[in-house]
C-alpha cells in the first residue's frame, strides 16, 4: 500500500521537489498537492516577462493540469491550508477539506514585504510575486499613467521595466545609492543607471518613502526630505519575509523561516520543507537555483535513498531586462582580506569584476560582456586555484592558452557539471545528453527535453553553443529522422520492427527486402542487423561471426601492441585453489606476461598471441571453464560481495545470488555490454547502483536498481522494485533483459535507454504487469536455451586454423 504525501505549496520548489521524486520513486507514494492560486505550475521567475508582453501566461507554465493528472496527482488548486494536526497527520483547507499524510511537504514560499507607512493600504499600492499582482498591472497600465516602484532591486527593475513597456511614466525610487545593491558594486551600477534611464526610466536614488497619498487609491508619494512625485500605481519591491505562519502555528520550529537540517527535514521528522520558506543554517533563500538543488535532496530522502545533503552553494543573478546584460555572483564587494581584478570600459559599457582571497575566485561582476559568466561561476563553486590563469582571466576563458586559434565555443572547457540555465537548474552534461541521445538539432527541441533556454532565455547563447559544438555543420539542419548509417533511410526502431514484420531472418534477404544501398552494408549496420535479427529470432537464426567486432569474433580483447587479453568466467567471483592453480599452470604455459584482477573480480590474462588463443582456450576448457563473453556486447560480469556468509553486515547470500544470476544470464547477447552485481547491505561493497542491473540485499528482501553506468559519465541507478525473494529478483532481472533486448537500439547502453524511453515505461512493463514481466522472462529464458554455449570449446576445435599467423614473405 501507498504511502500518502501532502505538497502544500504549488510552487516551483515543492513541484520540483515532486519532479524529482518520481524519477526516483514513481510509484511510492499517492500525491495530493494544495495551491492556494488557481493554476498549475508555473515559473513565478518569469512573470516579468508576461509584464513586459514578451511571454504569456500559458508559455511559462511548467506543468498545466494535464501533467498532474498523468502523474496520479490530486491538485486542489485555490485551496490554502489554515491547520496542520501534527498528531493525527491531516491537514485542513479553509473550505473545511481534509487531507491525511504520511509525509507532508511544506513549500509555502515567502510574502512581499509591505513597507509599514502611512497609505501602504490605499487601492493601486501592491506587491509583484503572483500572476494576480501582474494582472493588476496591465489593467492599470490601460487606464492610468504614472507608476512608481519602490524598491530598485532586481525584481523591481523588473517591474519597472514591463511598466515601462506597458507604456506607463515609471520612477524607480531606492533607498540607497547603488542599484540591486544585493548583486551589484557602484562602477556596474552606475553603468546600468545610465543606460536603463536611456530606456526611458526615471530613477529617484537615495530616496526614503515617507506615506503614500490619496483618497479612494494612491495619488502621490511624499518622501522624507518633504519632496513629492505624482502616482496612480505603487509596486512595492523591497523584499521578501519566508511564509512561516501556517508551520509556526502547528508548533514546527521557526525562526526567521522553518528550520530544516541537511536533508530539508524539519524537527517533525515527518514534515520536510523547500523552498523560499525554510531556513538552513541560518540562511533564507530568494533565488531558484538553491530552490532545485534543495528539492534534489529531499526527493532523495523521501524516496528512501538517504544518501544526499543540502549545502548551501554560492549563487549567480542574471537579469531579466531586455538588452542589459549582467552576471552577479558570490562576494562581488570583497573585503580587506581579498583582492580585485577590475576591467572598465565605459565607452562600451562594459564592467568586469573579479574578486580573489587565497588564490580562488570568490565573487564577480560582469556588465555589457557576460559571455564568461558560466565559467567564473564554475571556478568559484569548484574553489579553483587560479594562480597559473591569473595574468589573462579577467579577459575570458578565450584567452587562456590558444587565443592565437581564432574564436572558440566558450562552454568547451566547462565540465559537465558546470549548470547553464540557472532558472531552471540544467546543466552541461544533462544538454549535451539531450542533444545525442535524442537527436534534437534545435533550440526548440532542447527547450522541450531540458527546459533550458525556456525561461529567461539569458542562457539562449550558451545553449546554441553546445548544439553548435554536439552537431557541428548539423546545427541548422531541419529535425529529421535519424537512419542507421548511409546503407538505409531507415531508423533503427523501423529496421527492428521490419525483421518481425516481414519475418527477415538473415542479412542478404533483409538488405533486399528493405532496398539497402550499399550491398554488404557497413562496419556499422552489419553488427546492429546481426544482433537485431539474432535477438528476434533466438532459435531460428543463424548468428554470422564476421558480422560482430573483433573482440567478438575471436572472443578476446585485442590490446594496443596487437596481442589479446583473455578472461575465464568465474561465477560470482568465486574461485577456489583447483581453478586459480589451473590459471596460473596455463599462465606459465603461454608465457602470460600480466595476470590482472579486473574490477569486476575477474582474473584478466594480458599479452596473449593470436596463435595461441585456440590452444589456452582448449586448456582453459578442460580446466573447467566457459567464457568468450567477456568482451562481447553481452552479459560480462556478476559482481559480489561475500554476503550473509561471511560479511557481519550482510543481510543475504548475495554470492550465492551473484551465482545464480550469471548462471543464469551468460551467453545472453544484448545491444552493448550488460553488468549486474549483488550488494549484501545497504552498504553496497559490490557497487551494485552503477550497474545495468544491481540487486541490493536488505532484511527484509531485495532491493533492485538498473540502468546505472560506471564508465566516462558515471550514472547511477534508478530504483525498480522491491521484492522478497530470490527467485523474484532473478525474474524480474531476466525480464529487465528481455525489454531492454527487445527495445534499446544496437550499442545503446542500458543508462541512455531508460533516459530515452523513461522510467515509467521500465516500470509499467517489467513491474506493474506481472502477465507482461512473466512473459518477458519466457522470452529470455527461451532465447538462452541456443546462447549458452562456449565459443572457446567450439572455436578451440572447429576454427583454429583461422589463427595461424600469415608467414612472412622475405
Known amino acids: 500500500m501507498r504511502e500518502k504525501l501532502v505538497l502544500i505549496g504549488n510552487g516551483m520548489a515543492g513541484v520540483r521537489t515532486l519532479e524529482e521524486l518520481l524519477k526516483l520513486a514513481p510509484d511510492k507514494y499517492d500525491i495530493t498537492v494544495f495551491g492556494e492560486e488557481p493554476y498549475g505550475n508555473y515559473n513565478r521567475i518569469m512573470l516579468s516577462p508576461v509584464l513586459a508582453g514578451e511571454k504569456t501566461i500559458d508559455e511559462i507554465m511548467i506543468n498545466d493540469l494535464q501533467w498532474y493528472e498523468d502523474n496520479n496527482i490530486k491538485l486542489l488548486s485555490g485551496k490554502k491550508v489554515t491547520r496542520i494536526d501534527r498528531l493525527n497527520r491531516v491537514v485542513t483547507a479553509d473550505d473545511g477539506s481534509t487531507e491525511n499524510y504520511d509525509r507532508l511537504l511544506l513549500a509555502t514560499g515567502s510574502r512581499p514585504f509591505m513597507l509599514p507607512i502611512p497609505g501602504s493600504d490605499l487601492k493601486g499600492v501592491i506587491s509583484f510575486r503572483d500572476i494576480a499582482d501582474v494582472d493588476t498591472m496591465l489593467e492599470t497600465a490601460k487606464i492610468h499613467k504614472k507608476a512608481v516602484v519602490i524598491g530598485g532591486g532586481l525584481l523591481g527593475l523588473e517591474a519597472a521595466n514591463g511598466l515601462m513597456i506597458q507604456g506607463m511614466d515609471v520612477s524607480v525610487v531606492h533607498i540607497s545609492d547603488v542599484l540591486m545593491n544585493q548583486q551589484l558594486d557602484k562602477p556596474a551600477s552606475d553603468l546600468m543607471l545610465e543606460e536603463l534611464r536611456g530606456k526611458g526610466l526615471t530613477f529617484l536614488m537615495e530616496h526614503q518613502t515617507e506615506a503614500i497619498i490619496g483618497r479612494d487609491r494612491v495619488e502621490k508619494l511624499r518622501f522624507k526630505d518633504g519632496s513629492e512625485i505624482d502616482a496612480d500605481l505603487v509596486v512595492m519591491a523591497v523584499g521578501i519575509r519566508p511564509n512561516i505562519e501556517l508551520a509556526s502555528s502547528a508548533g514546527i520550529h521557526c525562526d526567521r523561516g522553518i528550520v530544516v537540517d541537511d536533508t530539508m527535514q524539519t524537527f517533525d521528522p515527518r514534515i520536510y520543507a523547500v523552498g523560499e520558506c525554510v531556513q538552513?543554517?541560518?540562511?533564507?533563500?530568494?533565488?531558484?537555483?538553491?530552490?532545485?538543488?534543495?528539492?534534489?535532496?529531499?526527493?532523495?530522502?523521501?524516496?528512501?535513498?538517504?544518501?544526499?545533503?543540502?549545502?548551501?552553494?554560492?549563487?549567480?543573478?542574471?537579469?531579466?531586462?531586455?538588452?542589459?546584460?549582467?552576471?552577479?555572483?558570490?562576494?562581488?564587494?570583497?573585503?580587506?582580506?581579498?583582492?580585485?581584478?577590475?576591467?572598465?570600459?565605459?565607452?562600451?559599457?562594459?564592467?568586469?569584476?573579479?574578486?580573489?582571497?587565497?588564490?580562488?575566485?570568490?565573487?564577480?561582476?560582469?556588465?555589457?560582456?557576460?559571455?564568461?559568466?558560466?565559467?567564473?561561476?564554475?571556478?568559484?563553486?569548484?574553489?579553483?586555484?587560479?594562480?597559473?590563469?591569473?595574468?589573462?582571466?579577467?579577459?575570458?576563458?578565450?584567452?587562456?592558452?590558444?587565443?592565437?586559434?581564432?574564436?572558440?565555443?566558450?562552454?568547451?572547457?566547462?565540465?559537465?557539471?558546470?549548470?547553464?540555465?540557472?532558472?531552471?537548474?540544467?546543466?552541461?552534461?544533462?544538454?549535451?545528453?539531450?542533444?545525442?541521445?535524442?537527436?534534437?538539432?534545435?533550440?526548440?527541441?532542447?527547450?522541450?527535453?531540458?527546459?533550458?533556454?525556456?525561461?529567461?532565455?539569458?542562457c539562449t547563447g550558451l545553449v546554441e553553443q553546445l548544439l553548435a559544438s554536439t552537431l557541428g555543420s548539423d546545427f541548422n539542419d531541419t529535425p529529421s529522422k535519424k537512419p542507421m548509417c548511409g546503407c538505409t533511410d531507415l531508423s533503427h526502431a523501423e529496421v527492428k520492427a521490419a525483421i518481425i514484420e516481414k519475418s527477415l531472418k538473415n542479412i542478404p534477404d533483409l538488405m533486399s527486402a528493405l532496398e539497402w544501398k550499399t550491398e554488404d552494408g557497413c562496419h556499422s549496420c552489419r553488427p546492429a542487423l546481426n544482433y537485431y535479427m539474432?535477438?528476434?529470432?533466438?532459435?531460428?537464426?543463424?548468428?554470422?561471426?564476421?558480422?560482430?567486432?573483433?573482440?567478438?569474433?575471436?572472443?578476446?580483447?585485442?590490446?594496443?601492441?596487437?596481442?589479446?587479453?583473455?578472461?575465464?568466467?568465474?561465477?560470482?567471483?568465486?574461485?577456489?585453489?583447483?581453478?586459480?592453480?589451473?590459471?596460473?599452470?596455463?599462465?606459465?604455459?603461454?608465457?602470460?606476461?600480466?595476470?590482472?584482477?579486473?574490477?569486476?573480480?575477474?582474473?584478466?590474462?594480458?599479452?596473449?598471441?593470436?596463435?595461441?588463443?585456440?590452444?589456452?582456450?582448449?586448456?582453459?576448457?578442460?580446466?573447467?571453464?566457459?567464457?568468450?563473453?567477456?568482451?562481447?556486447?553481452?552479459?560480462?560480469?556478476?559482481?559480489?560481495?561475500?554476503?550473509?556468509?561471511?560479511?557481519?553486515?550482510?543481510?543475504?547470500?548475495?554470492?550465492?545470488?551473484?551465482i545464480k544470476a550469471e548462471k543464469m544470464t551468460w551467453g545472453s547477447w544484448t545491444p552493448h555490454k550488460f553488468k549486474i552485481a549483488v550488494s549484501g547491505c545497504p552498504r553496497n561493497c559490490a557497487e551494485a547502483t552503477i550497474k545495468d542491473f544491481g540487486i541490493v540485499c536488505v532484511?527484509?528482501?531485495?532491493?533492485?536498481?538498473?540502468?546505472?553506468?560506471?564508465?566516462?559519465?558515471?550514472?547511477?541507478?534508478?530504483?525498480?522494485?522491491?521484492?522478497?525473494?530470490?527467485?523474484?529478483?532473478?525474474?524480474?532481472?531476466?525480464?529487465?533483459?528481455?525489454?531492454?533486448?527487445?527495445?534499446?537500439?544496437?550499442?545503446?547502453?542500458?543508462?541512455?535507454?531508460?533516459?530515452?524511453?523513461?522510467?515509467?515505461?521500465?516500470?509499467?512493463?517489467?513491474?506493474?504487469?506481472?502477465?507482461?514481466?512473466?512473459?518477458?522472462?519466457?522470452?529470455?529464458?527461451?532465447?538462452?536455451?541456443?546462447?549458452?554455449?562456449?565459443?572457446?570449446?567450439?572455436?578451440?576445435?572447429?576454427?583454429?586454423?583461422?589463427y595461424i599467423p600469415i608467414k612472412q614473405v622475405v
Open 699 to 802: 532484511d527484509s528482501g531485495y532491493e533492485l536498481h538498473v540502468g546505472g553506468n560506471g564508465g566516462i559519465k558515471v550514472r547511477a541507478t534508478d530504483f525498480l522494485t522491491k521484492v522478497a525473494t530470490e527467485e523474484e529478483a532473478l525474474e524480474y532481472c531476466a525480464a529487465f533483459m528481455q525489454l531492454y533486448r527487445e527495445e534499446a537500439h544496437y550499442l545503446e547502453r542500458t543508462a541512455p535507454w531508460i533516459e530515452r524511453v523513461g522510467l515509467k515505461h521500465v516500470t509499467s512493463a517489467v513491474v506493474d504487469d506481472e502477465v507482461n514481466r512473466k512473459r518477458l522472462a519466457e522470452r529470455f529464458h527461451e532465447s538462452q536455451k541456443n546462447a549458452q554455449v562456449d565459443p572457446w570449446a567450439e572455436h578451440a576445435a572447429k576454427y583454429k586454423d583461422n
Open 534 to 658: 539474432l535477438s528476434s529470432w533466438p532459435n531460428e537464426y543463424q548468428d554470422d561471426p564476421q558480422s560482430r567486432f573483433i573482440n567478438e569474433r575471436v572472443h578476446a580483447n585485442i590490446q594496443k601492441d596487437g596481442t589479446y587479453s583473455v578472461v575465464p568466467r568465474i561465477w560470482g567471483g568465486v574461485t577456489n585453489p583447483r581453478e586459480l592453480r589451473a590459471i596460473a599452470d596455463i599462465s606459465e604455459k603461454y608465457n602470460v606476461p600480466t595476470v590482472k584482477i579486473t574490477g569486476g573480480q575477474r582474473i584478466d590474462l594480458l599479452g596473449i598471441k593470436k596463435e595461441d588463443l585456440p590452444k589456452m582456450w582448449a586448456d582453459l576448457s578442460d580446466a573447467g571453464f566457459v567464457s568468450g563473453h567477456a568482451y562481447g556486447k553481452s552479459l560480462r560480469t556478476v559482481k559480489t560481495c561475500v554476503g550473509s556468509e561471511w560479511c557481519r553486515f550482510g543481510t543475504q547470500d548475495s554470492t550465492g545470488l551473484g
Open 280 to 458: 538552513h543554517r541560518s540562511q533564507t533563500f530568494g533565488l531558484v537555483a538553491p530552490l532545485f538543488e534543495q528539492a534534489k535532496v529531499c526527493s532523495n530522502h523521501l524516496a528512501q535513498m538517504g544518501i544526499a545533503r543540502y549545502i548551501s552553494s554560492v549563487t549567480s543573478t542574471k537579469l531579466k531586462v531586455t538588452g542589459i546584460d549582467l552576471f552577479s555572483a558570490g562576494d562581488f564587494l570583497g573585503d580587506d582580506d581579498t583582492e580585485d581584478l577590475v576591467f572598465k570600459d565605459a565607452a562600451r559599457k562594459v564592467y568586469k569584476k573579479l574578486v580573489i582571497k587565497d588564490n580562488q575566485l570568490v565573487g564577480a561582476v560582469l556588465y555589457g560582456d557576460t559571455v564568461d559568466g558560466a565559467w567564473y561561476f564554475q571556478l568559484m563553486r569548484d574553489g579553483t586555484d587560479i594562480s597559473d590563469i591569473r595574468e589573462n582571466m579577467l579577459f575570458g576563458q578565450h584567452h587562456l592558452g590558444d587565443s592565437g586559434h581564432g574564436p572558440s565555443n566558450s562552454v568547451d572547457g566547462l565540465p559537465d557539471d558546470a549548470e547553464i540555465c540557472g532558472c531552471n537548474g540544467v546543466c552541461k552534461g544533462d544538454i549535451v545528453q539531450a542533444i545525442s541521445k535524442h537527436g534534437l538539432f534545435t533550440l526548440d527541441e532542447v527547450k522541450a527535453h531540458t527546459k533550458a533556454s525556456a525561461s529567461c532565455g539569458s
